[in-house]
């Protein structure tokens, strides 16, 4: 048998081996197949990263002798030796998943420096500053990434250093004085680790890959790829690449490109540049860069060489590029490209131009797009009437559009912690780094000081559809003492911040936000879906108003209306409890006529916005306590407003009281024992079905779901009653109505038994929320307590509340679709949990074959598109 390969060249490897090879892997092996400029390597692969997790955290020994054959082979081609003090050959190390992971993992450069490469290296380029600025880099990169001594302590020597020469930049200090920062570094790194800094290039390349591979797992890569959809088994790979230096004096550089603009779509290559520097000044913020268009003044020659590539890759990858480039000494290369994260504006344009040149298809322009993306497109802007009248107090790059509004948090940590107690907060930092990505999924919006379009913060928020401001000079951040002074003013964490990250513009107060309108390149996009898709998709609503707003985004009707979100209205929640506390069905009654015509009205309401589209009406689902005071102070209040004594209203309210709620008296149950519910609730939907149908013509077809049916007889009978209604109030109307009666399937004996409920039931809607709490067996409501813990200890990578779990809950949702189909063929399915407007479980859901899904209002465009892809993927 064939021994397995554990690290290639780049020469040995194309753009198909992602899976092993990492994204950045194979994109460097593609890129060396097609001439490109690229300082060579070796990959190590993502299966040697599963092997490290699976040994105990430890590279083996067979992965360590590959490592070293092949850094043979890389120093043929350079003519350079690994840990020769004459022609030393630095490599950088860097992390390469198959999904693009930006900045969540880590790097580390001009590896296989130490104190005697330095000096030959000095001499080699003539250059003692650059040999001792690369190696000052090493050390703090090194002692950070691999060591975890903490980045800030090397941060506060090099300021120290910059003060005692008063000077302002880091290029503004002398070869001597990086010499003497060299020295302090090291006993920097003496006095955290007590042991000198390690000098064998082999021991800091092993300890280097050692650290790449731990930082698949490290919290925020954790967090990134539950954000994304990335799995835990896909690990990492490590690239091991030949250093070139941008670093060398004015004219080496380095910069990040896009081929077009990430921010707005525009087919115009993008980015940003800095002279004497290494990639990680760009894209850390640390320096504010420069628009890679100067490049072209700068150095034309370079530039023309520059565009010819990008508009190669361009067309080879057929997709927006985003790329790294050094030049060392005069000369290019490029050091990465991939497909680039863009905000959803730039995702729609960049995939609608694509298929207008001729370079993809529609169905290949619909992958071009990630759905969550969409979400970024639905949400507000600042009102253009109340930007008139309010000051600008300072201006950044618009980084990430959106407009956000938020009183002022100085940590990820706090952004969180107030975002949990309700508040909304802008994130404002000197500049974001990879550690603060719990923080800015918790923010309404990010605002750094420093860094440009490409740096961490202006990438994740992209990603995420985070409204973002960068490089805001303007302000001046103290995280100590907790404030932001801008033009002489002081803010503190109290005050309010609004941010455009489509102008780039801040304003010191809050903002009322509008709807975004929905056109152009979004239309286009989204008709290409519709025209792909088999998936119908329609919305969860509970009001005309959230109808009408997912009609307008696309949904083809309700697919779940909850009944009793009507009844919590101020101006009916007396009649609810008056139908709870009642002694007696005559009592009950009583109370329910009052409750019948509001609730008609609402479904009216639902109708006309639907216009001729179906809706699936839940009928009560929640336990009855639900609509009672709990604290004896709210109860004497009720008591007194609804003429009762405070005992008798305190001894219903512990007679309701359940040990489990969520699993006791509620949905069918409460049919079954009070029918007079579920006959308000049949006359309340058909009267007002035929209503519409005479006032404005529309063809309404009622869909009745009774929910939480675990038994036929059960259904059965609540069935009767609602049958027996609908034929009373046709008679009394003389109307004739289309109608249907079925179930939602949520218990997991209703998905055991749905060749037999199907006899009855008409169609089955899946509510995978209570299905996912059925079949785990725990409350999503508490599982939050604990869910974290499961996350730390990879028990779950995911909340199988917001993704569906397609092994267990659907595997039952599997048998029930079957089972039903078996015994009523024309049985219509689909599924109206929170899982309907995810993307990986509408795919589940197309792949399975139901006829629709159902989501919120504004994951209504969400699911459309994934449903589309779905399809591309698998045609059905």
């Not at 107090?393 to 407009?403: N, R």
Request: glycine fraction near 8%; charge should be negative; hydrophobic fraction near 40%.
């Amino acid at each position: 048998m064939e021994e397995k390969k554990y690290v290639y060249l780049f020469s040995e490897g194309n753009a198909s081996m992602k899976n092993l090879l990492g994204g950045k892997g194979a994109n460097l092996a593609e890129m060396t197949t097609l001439g490109i400029p690229v300082p060579q390597g070796f990959t190590v692969t993502t299966e040697a990263c599963n092997k490290y997790y699976d040994d105990g955290r430890v590279i083996a020994n067979e992965v360590i002798d590959e490592i070293y054959e092949k850094m043979h082979e890389l120093e043929k081609i350079t003519g350079k030796e690994f840990g020769n003090v004459e022609r030393p050959l630095l490599v950088s190390v860097r992390s390469g998943a198959r999904a693009s992971m930006p900045g969540m993992m880590d790097t580390i450069l001009n590896l296989g420096l130490n104190d005697e490469s330095v000096e030959a290296m000095a001499k080699l380029t003539n250059n003692p500053r650059f040999a001792y600025d690369s190696y000052r880099r090493f050390i703090q990169m090194f002692s950070d990434v691999v060591m975890d001594v903490e980045k800030r302590l090397f941060e506060n020597l090099i300021d120290e250093m910059k003060e005692e020469n008063n000077v302002h930049l880091d290029t503004e200090l002398t070869a001597d004085d990086l010499k003497e920062l060299v020295k302090r570094y090291k006993a920097l790194y003496k006095k955290e680790k007590g042991e000198e800094f390690p000098q064998d290039p082999k021991v800091q390349l092993i300890e280097s890959i050692t650290a790449v591979f731990r930082s698949w797992d490290n919290p925020r890569a954790i967090v990134y790829r539950r954000l994304n959809d990335i799995p835990g088994a896909w690990g990492t790979a490590v690239n091991v690449q030949e250093m070139v230096f941008g670093n060398k004096g004015e004219t080496s550089g380095t910069g990040v490109a896009f081929s077009r603009n990430p921010a707005t779509g525009e087919n115009a290559i993008y980015g940003e540049y800095l002279m004497n520097a290494q990639g990680e000044d760009v894209v850390a913020g640390i320096r504010t860069p420069l628009p890679i268009s100067k490049l072209q003044i700068q150095n034309p020659e370079i530039y023309k060489q520059f565009e010819d590539i990008v508009n190669t890759l361009e067309t080879h990858y057929k997709d927006m590029q985003d790329m790294e480039i050094t030049i060392e000494d005069g000369k290019l290369y490029f050091l990465q490209t991939r497909n680039g994260k863009r905000t959803a504006q730039a995702a729609l344009k960049i995939a609608v131009d694509l298929v207008e040149e001729g370079m993809l298809t529609k169905e290949e322009a619909i992958l071009k797009v990630e759905p969550k993306q969409l979400d970024s497109l639905l949400h507000p802007n600042f009102d253009e009437t109340e930007l008139k009248n309010t000051e600008v107090i300072a201006k950044g790059l618009p980084a990430s559009p959106g407009a956000a509004s938020g009183k002022i948090a100085f940590t990820a940590e706090e952004a969180k912690l107030r975002a949990e107690n309700g508040e909304r907060v802008i994130l404002v930092r000197l500049e974001t780094s990879p550690e603060d990505i719990e923080g800015m999924i918790a923010a309404q919006g990010i605002l750094t000081v420093r860094g440009g379009m490409t740096s961490h913060a202006a990438v994740v928020a992209r990603g995420m559809g985070t409204c973002c401001v960068a490089g805001c000079g303007a302000i001046k951040v103290n995280e100590s003492a907790k404030t932001v002074e801008v033009n002489g003013k002081v803010l503190t964490s109290e005050d309010w911040l609004s941010i455009d990250g489509s102008t780039g513009n801040v304003y010191p107060t809050a903002l009322k936000t509008v709807a975004p309108e929905i056109s152009g390149y979004f239309a286009t996009f989204m008709g290409w879906a519709d025209e792909v898709r088999k998936l119908k998709v329609r919305t969860n609503a509970d009001t005309p108003k959230d109808t009408m707003q997912a009609v307008e985004f696309g949904a083809e009707g309700v697919g779940l209306c909850r009944t009793e979100h009507m009844f919590f209205a101020e101006d009916r929640i007396m009649a609810v409890r008056e139908m709870i506390v009642a002694k007696n069905e005559e009592q009950r009654r009583k109370a329910l006529e009052k409750l019948l015509p509001m609730q008609k009205g609402d479904f009216v309401g639902i109708y006309e916005a639907l216009e001729d589209r179906p809706a699936t009406i839940r009928f009560l689902d929640p336990p009855l306590h639900e609509f009672l005071p709990h604290s004896d102070e709210d109860i004497e209040a009720l008591a007194k407003e609804m003429g009762l004594t405070f005992e008798d209203l305190k001894a219903t309210v512990e007679s309701l009281h359940e040990f489990n709620p969520m699993m006791g008296h509620r949905g069918c149950r409460l049919a079954v024992s009070y029918p007079e519910i579920a006959e308000m609730q049949t006359r309340a939907v058909i009267e007002a079905a035929i209503e519409v149908k005479n006032n404005k013509g529309y063809n309404i077809v009622p869909e009745i779901m009774i929910p939480l049916i675990g038994e036929i007889k059960e259904l059965k009978f609540v069935k009767d009653v609602v049958i027996n209604t609908i034929k009373a109030v046709l008679e009394e109307t003389g109307a004739e109505l289309e109608y249907k009666v079925g179930t939602m399937i949520e218990i997991p004996r209703a998905a055991i038994t749905a060749d037999e409920i199907a006899k009855e039931a008409e169609f089955f809607s899946f509510g995978t929320n209570d299905l996912t709490q059925m079949t785990f067996g725990f409350s999503r409501d508490d599982a939050a307590k604990f869910l974290n813990a499961y996350y730390e200890n990879k028990i779950y990578e995911q909340d199988p509340f917001a993704k569906l779990d397609q092994n267990g809950v659907g595997t039952l949702v599997k048998i029930a679709v079957e089972k039903g189909r078996a015994t009523r063929p024309d049985i219509k399915l689909g599924i109206c949990g929170e899982h309907g407007g995810d993307p990986s479980s509408v795919e589940f859901c197309h792949n399975i074959g139901l006829d629709y899904v159902s989501c919120s209002p504004f994951r209504v465009p969400l699911a459309r598109l994934a449903a589309a892809q779905a399809q591309v993927k698998n045609p059905r």
